[in-house]
């Protein structure tokens, strides 16, 4: 089975209603060999907020050092999205294994009228995949209600309800006392429920779950709003709360907050702002500490690193770009409360919802918009966008327009939107996740020069068997490989076969809001007239056609930008203060060795001087903050004169602001932005942020990372930091981004980023390979830290596949190397 037959298999269960009841999700799993038994799980209901909720649960119980599981739903590109393990999504191969063990039982239910559904089995695949990964917890989002949802299937180490409103009520009960109390049978046997539920709801909760924790706001610094008309908690406050959580405000992109229980307290940030969110992370915080043995500063680290996209997800500040996914009276409320911390003029409104919603209380929850624009998501139960317009032209004095498709609408509202008016996307994470795409859509080229890699770059996008046979022989001259709607694909398809070009369709069907890989194949020609005739056109093609056009070049502006990487590959010289780096460690510790060190790699050629004062070898001791800006200053202070940029290479804003300081002109993040100050640094400072993919700092050589394709995967998960450093107020050209050679890769995965460089092209920031004596050069006959020959080779490969800073040790010979792949591309300039 290939994995679109395996995808297609589990969609096609959504033709089975929702149901309520457990019995049977534990017949499949016991078909699995019950997986569930014997795993750790926390579940999480509530109206709103439980997906933010679980997001800062699993961030830091990850901070504290555990592999931890996540299921929540829906998502907003990948199905893979819902079931994750240490924040990387299921792999394909998985999904393929688990319906292959189901489809026979499967089938047999169906036959029998008795089918489980979509969310039943995707509920099985979460239990199983944990099992699989033996995590040390299960974080599970509730579906709808608790008592007779499928994630109840587990015995909960803990549970939290977050707020109740009037949800489901044909399923949960007309009334806020049923809804609670239905929600309230997630309580675990052995611990608390802990809940932000106050006034009837909360005592609904006590009197079915007994024991709990009350997690409330005490104070809320600002004017920020905080009635609620929505039919949520009555917000009785008579009694203290046990947790009580303060929001101080907004901070930049950065809500802050104070929590406090009986015997902790701590303050900190977080990327998701409003007073509600305070209370999530206080529910978070009080679950990680029943859960595990977590102190005050892992849990302030991990909230703040607990990024969820589509929640309050601030994309732009001119104008004010907005998504967020609320789709009930209460979530809608919430974020009208937010925005009020925001200064704007006009509120221009982007929403498509489903057909089961409350459009009126939807509108009426935000009714100071100005300008509404009603779409229709591309999914079956997505309402139509006539009937989105009429409940908002009667209940507000909004101007109303109309537009089938949310990227087409979301255009309208950009165009009449001044620079100091808010652009809000909302209604339902299927339009977040149609707006959101403008951001995030892949365009990766592909190295296609045989019949063979045509193959396989056209399978790789799950086309089927015949389509991939057929098309081979037409993958010529540019492929693009990216992730469109259907009804995208269906257009690109048909207009690039008009132009004589192709354009190949992943098979996955039965979609809904599922977008679809594609691998276009033309001239340069071809493609040119491709995006002319997707200008103007719908369904967010003329946003297609922009990043079509930045992706190959086409009539795009140059860099303002005088970077060194701009001409040509820049040779980036490691210079490594530290006495116990992998090759070079113990040889420049004095400042003097180093600066002398320095000194010679200037005259070598090298364009960047990166200074590290932390060893990031396997089995590496932390540095002390203190200790490595010892190392690090004095050098980059004496460096900061030479005809070089100096890049320090540190995990810890506290020891890159010193360094910027002092001199630094760029700053090499190993870890990926785990520091959550970094990106803000380094839009403070305006230099360039060198963001890496990163499994493990120091490396881990016993993390057994699981890949499909280590290349597409990495540009995945390279995705989210990049789109974070931009959110921050970088530009892409000063986002460097780095595959991470040896990071939580296998020797042969190391191999395969280098030899498919071109693709990290897809990001539009400059590229960066590390390779230096790594071990993989053992493959060829080089490893144990001392391999210049295979770095040599590989730099010459790096620089010809389109690498902009390769980051060498010995620079004379790298930078020859560089100038060699130069002089062949350009021999003209030999002259010159």
């Given at each position: 089975?290939?994995?679109?037959?395996?995808?297609?298999?589990?969609?096609?269960?959504?033709?089975?209603?929702?149901?309520?009841?457990?019995?049977?999700?534990?017949?499949?799993?016991?078909?699995?060999?019950?997986?569930?038994?014997?795993?750790?799980?926390?579940?999480?209901?509530?109206?709103?907020?439980?997906?933010?909720?679980?997001?800062?649960?699993?961030?830091?119980?990850?901070?504290?050092?555990?592999?931890?599981?996540?299921?929540?739903?829906?998502?907003?590109?990948?199905?893979?999205?819902?079931?994750?393990?240490?924040?990387?999504?299921?792999?394909?191969?998985?999904?393929?294994?688990?319906?292959?063990?189901?489809?026979?039982?499967?089938?047999?239910?169906?036959?029998?009228?008795?089918?489980?559904?979509?969310?039943?089995?995707?509920?099985?695949?979460?239990?199983?995949?944990?099992?699989?990964?033996?995590?040390?917890?299960?974080?599970?989002?509730?579906?709808?209600?608790?008592?007779?949802d499928a994630t109840s299937v587990v015995d909960p180490v803990a549970s939290a309800v977050t707020e109740?409103?009037?949800?489901?009520?044909?399923?949960?009960?007309?009334?806020?006392?049923?809804?609670?109390?239905?929600?309230?049978?997630?309580?675990?046997?052995?611990?608390?429920?802990?809940?932000?539920?106050?006034?009837?709801?909360?005592?609904?909760?006590?009197?079915?779950?007994?024991?709990?924790?009350?997690?409330?706001?005490?104070?809320?610094?600002?004017?920020?709003?905080?009635?609620?008309d929505s039919g949520a908690d009555d917000g009785d406050d008579s009694e203290d709360p046990d947790v009580?959580?303060?929001?101080?405000?907004?901070?930049?992109?950065?809500?802050?907050?104070?929590?406090?229980?009986?015997?902790?307290?701590?303050?900190?940030?977080?990327?998701?702002?409003?007073?509600?969110?305070?209370?999530?992370?206080?529910?978070?915080?009080?679950?990680?500490?029943?859960?595990?043995?977590?102190?005050?500063?892992?849990?302030?680290?991990?909230?703040?690193?607990?990024?969820?996209?589509?929640?309050?997800?601030?994309?732009?500040?001119?104008?004010?770009?907005?998504?967020?996914?609320?789709?009930?009276?209460?979530?809608?409320?919430?974020?009208?409360?937010?925005?009020?911390?925001?200064?704007?003029?006009?509120?221009?409104?982007?929403?498509?919802?489903?057909?089961?919603?409350?459009?009126?209380?939807?509108?009426?929850?935000?009714?100071?918009?100005?300008?509404?624009?009603?779409?229709?998501?591309?999914?079956?139960?997505?309402?139509?966008?006539?009937?989105?317009?009429?409940?908002?032209?009667?209940?507000?004095?909004?101007?109303?327009?109309?537009?089938?498709?949310?990227?087409?609408?979301?255009?309208?509202?950009?165009?009449?939107?001044?620079?100091?008016?808010?652009?809000?996307?909302?209604?339902?994470?299927?339009?977040?996740?149609?707006?959101?795409?403008?951001?995030?859509?892949?365009?990766?080229?592909?190295?296609?020069?045989?019949?063979?890699?045509?193959?396989?770059?056209?399978?790789?996008?799950?086309?089927?068997?015949?389509?991939?046979?057929?098309?081979?022989?037409?993958?010529?001259?540019?492929?693009?490989?990216?992730?469109?709607?259907?009804?995208?694909?269906?257009?690109?398809?048909?207009?690039?076969?008009?132009?004589?070009?192709?354009?190949?369709?992943?098979?996955?069907?039965?979609?809904?809001?599922?977008?679809?890989?594609?691998?276009?194949?033309?001239?340069?020609?071809?493609?040119?007239?491709?995006?002319?005739?997707?200008?103007?056109?719908?369904?967010?093609?003329?946003?297609?056609?922009?990043?079509?056009?930045?992706?190959?070049?086409?009539?795009?502006?140059?860099?303002?930008?005088?970077?060194?990487?701009?001409?040509?590959?820049?040779?980036?010289?490691?210079?490594?203060?530290?006495?116990?780096?992998?090759?070079?460690?113990?040889?420049?510790?004095?400042?003097?060795?180093?600066?002398?060190?320095?000194?010679?790699?200037?005259?070598?050629?090298?364009?960047?001087?990166?200074?590290?004062?932390?060893?990031?070898?396997?089995?590496?001791?932390?540095?002390?903050?203190?200790?490595?800006?010892?190392?690090?200053?004095?050098?980059?202070?004496?460096?900061?004169?030479?005809?070089?940029?100096?890049?320090?290479?540190?995990?810890?804003?506290?020891?890159?602001?010193?360094?910027?300081?002092?001199?630094?002109?760029?700053?090499?993040?190993?870890?990926?932005?785990?520091?959550?100050?970094?990106?803000?640094?380094?839009?403070?400072?305006?230099?360039?942020?060198?963001?890496?993919?990163?499994?493990?700092?120091?490396?881990?050589?016993?993390?057994?990372?699981?890949?499909?394709?280590?290349?597409?995967?990495?540009?995945?998960?390279?995705?989210?930091?990049?789109?974070?450093?931009?959110?921050?107020?970088?530009?892409?050209?000063?986002?460097?981004?780095?595959?991470?050679?040896?990071?939580?890769?296998?020797?042969?995965?190391?191999?395969?980023?280098?030899?498919?460089?071109?693709?990290?092209?897809?990001?539009?920031?400059?590229?960066?390979?590390?390779?230096?004596?790594?071990?993989?050069?053992?493959?060829?006959?080089?490893?144990?830290?001392?391999?210049?020959?295979?770095?040599?080779?590989?730099?010459?490969?790096?620089?010809?596949?389109?690498?902009?800073?390769?980051?060498?040790?010995?620079?004379?010979?790298?930078?020859?190397?560089?100038?060699?792949?130069?002089?062949?591309?350009?021999?003209?300039?030999?002259?010159?």
């Amino acid at each position: 089975m290939e994995f679109h037959e395996a995808a297609n298999f589990l969609f096609d269960l959504r033709r089975f209603a929702l149901r309520p009841g457990t019995e049977a999700t534990r017949d499949l799993l016991a078909h699995l060999d019950d997986p569930h038994v014997d795993l750790p799980c926390v579940q999480i209901a509530g109206s709103n907020g439980k997906g933010s909720t679980a997001r800062m649960l699993e961030r830091t119980l990850r901070e504290a050092g555990l592999d931890v599981g996540l299921y929540t739903s829906p998502h907003l590109d990948d199905v893979r999205e819902r079931v994750t393990v240490g924040g990387h999504k299921i792999t394909e191969s998985a999904i393929v294994e688990f319906a292959e063990e189901i489809r026979p039982y499967v089938i047999d239910r169906a036959a029998a009228g008795d089918s489980p559904t979509f969310f039943e089995t995707l509920t099985a695949l979460a239990l199983w995949e944990f099992d699989r990964q033996d995590v040390d917890v299960a974080i599970l989002e509730v579906g709808i209600g608790g008592k007779k949802d499928a994630t109840s299937v587990v015995d909960p180490v803990a549970s939290a309800v977050t707020e109740v409103t009037l949800e489901h009520t044909g399923i949960l009960g007309d009334t806020i006392d049923e809804i609670a109390r239905d929600k309230a049978h997630v309580a675990p046997d052995d611990a608390p429920l802990v809940t932000a539920t106050t006034g009837e709801a909360l005592a609904a909760v006590e009197d079915v779950a007994g024991d709990v924790v009350t997690v409330d706001d005490v104070v809320t610094v600002g004017d920020v709003a905080q009635t609620d008309d929505s039919g949520a908690d009555d917000g009785d406050d008579s009694e203290d709360p046990d947790v009580e959580v303060a929001y101080h405000g907004r901070a930049g992109l950065e809500g802050e907050i104070s929590l406090s229980g009986p015997d902790w307290a701590l303050e900190t940030k977080l990327p998701l702002i409003g007073a509600h969110q305070a209370r999530n992370a206080g529910i978070a915080a009080t679950l990680a500490r029943q859960v595990a043995d977590v102190d005050e500063a892992t849990i302030a680290r991990g909230l703040r690193n607990a990024h969820w996209p589509g929640r309050f997800e601030v994309m732009d500040e001119d104008p004010l770009v907005v998504l967020d996914g609320a789709h009930n009276p209460g979530g809608v409320l919430r974020v009208a409360e937010t925005l009020s911390e925001f200064d704007y003029d006009d509120l221009h409104l982007v929403v498509g919802a489903m057909v089961d919603k409350d459009l009126r209380s939807v509108a009426r929850a935000i009714d100071s918009v100005d300008h509404v624009v009603a779409c229709q998501p591309d999914v079956d139960r997505a309402e139509d966008e006539s009937v989105v317009a009429a409940a908002f032209e009667e209940e507000t004095d909004a101007e109303i327009e109309t537009r089938s498709d949310v990227a087409g609408a979301f255009d309208i509202a950009l165009d009449a939107a001044g620079e100091d008016d808010c652009v809000l996307v909302a209604g339902s994470l299927y339009a977040v996740g149609e707006a959101r795409s403008r951001w995030i859509r892949p365009k990766i080229p592909k190295r296609v020069d045989s019949i063979e890699s045509a193959r396989e770059t056209i399978e790789g996008a799950h086309v089927t068997d015949a389509g991939a046979w057929r098309m081979r022989g037409k993958a010529v001259h540019r492929v693009l490989k990216s992730r469109v709607q259907p009804r995208q694909a269906q257009y690109l398809k048909e207009e690039l076969l008009s132009l004589g070009g192709e354009c190949a369709v992943s098979g996955l069907n039965n979609q809904d809001q599922e977008n679809l890989d594609v691998v276009l194949m033309a001239t340069m020609a071809q493609y040119r007239r491709l995006c002319d005739k997707l200008d103007g056109q719908p369904y967010g093609l003329s946003t297609l056609a922009r990043e079509l056009r930045a992706a190959l070049d086409i009539q795009q502006p140059d860099s303002s930008w005088d970077y060194p990487w701009e001409d040509g590959t820049a040779v980036m010289g490691i210079l490594n203060v530290t006495p116990d780096s992998f090759h070079d460690g113990g040889e420049y510790d004095a400042v003097d060795d180093a600066v002398a060190r320095a000194e010679e790699m200037v005259a070598a050629g090298v364009d960047i001087i990166d200074v590290g004062g932390e060893s990031t070898r396997p089995g590496a001791d932390v540095v002390p903050v203190e200790e490595e800006r010892d190392r690090v200053v004095p050098v980059i202070e004496e460096l900061a004169d030479m005809d070089a940029l100096v890049s320090i290479d540190t995990r810890k804003a506290t020891v890159a602001r010193a360094a910027l300081e002092a001199g630094a002109d760029i700053l090499n993040d190993v870890s990926g932005l785990e520091d959550p100050e970094m990106r803000f640094l380094a839009a403070e400072y305006d230099v360039p942020l060198v963001v890496m993919h990163s499994e493990a700092v120091p490396v881990d050589p016993d993390n057994d990372v699981e890949y499909d394709d280590v290349v597409e995967d990495v540009v995945d998960q390279l995705t989210e930091k990049v789109l974070l450093a931009e959110k921050a107020g970088l530009d892409r050209e000063q986002i460097i981004v780095d595959p991470g050679l040896g990071f939580g890769k296998t020797r042969t995965e190391n191999f395969e980023l280098l030899g498919r460089l071109g693709e990290f092209e897809t990001f539009g920031c400059p590229v960066l390979v590390g390779h230096s004596h790594k071990s993989m050069f053992g493959h060829v006959g080089e490893g144990g830290g001392d391999a210049p020959n295979a770095t040599v080779a590989a730099t010459a490969l790096a620089a010809e596949r389109g690498a902009d800073i390769v980051r060498v040790h010995d620079v004379h010979e790298n930078a020859t190397a560089v100038k060699v792949v130069q002089a062949a591309d350009d021999p003209e300039s030999l002259d010159s």
